[in-house]
C-alpha cells in the first residue's frame, strides 16, 4: 500500500523590474509537461517591481527569486530575516548592483566585475551530484552559452560552490544553507 498526496502549488515570489524577463522566467516555472494551462503547475509565481517588494509579506512565500536586484534590495535586512526563519531565496546579479561594497546578508562578497575576452567563458557543474544542479549538469552544452561578463565573488566556507565559469576558479552559482534561530528549520540561497 501506499500514499500520494497531491500539494497546492508553492508559492513564488518574482521580483524583476524588466515585466519582458519577469513573464518569461514565470511562464517557464509554471509550464508542466502536457498540461496547458497555469492551474494545474507547481509553481503559484507572483511577479512584482524592486519598489514593490517592501509591501510584501515574504512569509507569505516558500522562495523569492531576485533577478537583477540593485544595492539597496541586497542589503534589506527582512531578506536575511525571511531566510533565518527558513525561506528560500535565489538571487541573480546583474548591472543593477553598483560598486562592490555591498553589506549584504544574502550573497557572498562582491570582489568585482569581471570582463572576459572572445570568446567568453561558460559555465562549467562542479557540484553535479547537487539535486539543484543535477538536472543541469547532462547534456547540455554549456560551452554554446557564452559569458562575457560577471561579478566575481569572494566565497566563504559556508559556500557550497555548484557552478564555476570555466578555465577560472570563479563561481557561478553557490548554495549556503542558513540555519535559523531555532535551529530546526533552515533556508538556502542560491
Known amino acids: ?78 531578506i536575511a530575516d525571511y531566510v533565518t526563519d527558513g525561506g528560500g531565496v535565489f538571487v541573480a546579479l546583474g548591472p543593477a548592483v553598483a560598486g562592490s561594497n555591498i553589506e549584504s546578508r544574502i550573497t557572498p562578497n562582491l570582489v568585482r566585475r569581471w570582463r572576459v575576452p572572445d570568446p567568453g567563458t561558460f559555465f562549467q557543474m562542479k557540484a553535479g551530484g547537487n539535486p539543484i544542479t543535477s538536472v543541469l549538469a547532462e547534456n547540455t552544452p554549456w560551452s554554446d552559452f557564452r559569458v562575457q561578463q560577471y561579478w566575481q565573488l569572494k566565497t566563504t ?24 534561530e531555532s535551529g530546526s528549520t533552515s533556508g538556502r540561497i542560491l
Not at 557550497?160 to 578555465?167: E, F, P
Open 1 to 78: 500500500y501506499f500514499t500520494l498526496e497531491v500539494l497546492p502549488p508553492s508559492k513564488v515570489l518574482l521580483v524583476c523590474d524588466d515585466p519582458d524577463e519577469s513573464l518569461i522566467i514565470s511562464q517557464i516555472m509554471t509550464a508542466s509537461a502536457g498540461l496547458s494551462d497555469e492551474e494545474n503547475s507547481e509553481f503559484r509565481v507572483e511577479r512584482i517591481g524592486f519598489t514593490d517588494l517592501p509591501a510584501v509579506r515574504l512569509t507569505d512565500f516558500e522562495s523569492i527569486l531576485l533577478l537583477d536586484p540593485p544595492k539597496d534590495v541586497l542589503e534589506d535586512a527582512s
Open 157 to 180: 566556507k559556508q559556500d557550497t560552490v555548484l557552478i564555476q565559469y570555466a578555465g577560472t576558479e570563479h563561481a557561478a552559482m553557490t548554495s549556503q544553507i542558513v540555519p535559523g
